[in-house]
């Protein structure tokens, strides 16, 4: 079965860091766009950071510039997510997906990818105490 499995979420303290990774599982991230989405309680689904692994674009939420890194090792079929100086406000499950073929990572990011997106992870879970 084709899936994206989410590791590397955990508690951690204010101003600490986390990394998650993404493993595609089935098939290939050979012409992707991957992207992290996370959801707190009472919230909307918002996208955080995206990739395509065919260009290496990249697009983040403003909440996240300057903090996060996204990154994709094509070799492990993995995408990463470099998490520092995190807050008390990042809080949330965090979900990977992906869609075959996406090259506008910003409208994948900000729109379509956070309701449409092929396949999607169980999520993991980003809690940062204050």
């Not at 950071?49 to 890194?69: E, H, L, N, W």
């Not at 992906?98 to 729109?111: G, L, N």
Request: aromatic share 14%; with cysteine.
């Amino acid at each position: 079965e084709a899936q994206v499995v989410e590791s590397g979420g955990g508690l951690v303290q204010a101003g600490g860091s986390l990394r998650l990774s993404c493993t595609a599982s089935g098939f290939v991230f050979d012409d992707y766009a991957i992207g992290w989405f996370r959801q707190a309680p009472g919230e909307e689904r918002e996208g955080v950071s995206c990739i395509s692994s065919s260009t290496g674009s990249t697009a983040y939420a403003d909440s996240v510039k300057g903090r996060f890194t996204i990154s994709v090792d094509n070799a492990v079929n993995t995408v990463y997510l470099q998490m520092d100086s995190l807050r008390p406000e990042d809080t949330a499950v965090y979900y990977c997906a992906a869609e075959p073929f996406y090259r506008d990572m910003e409208h994948y990011c900000s729109r379509y990818g956070r309701v449409y997106s092929h396949y999607w992870g169980q999520g993991t879970q980003v809690t940062v105490s204050s």
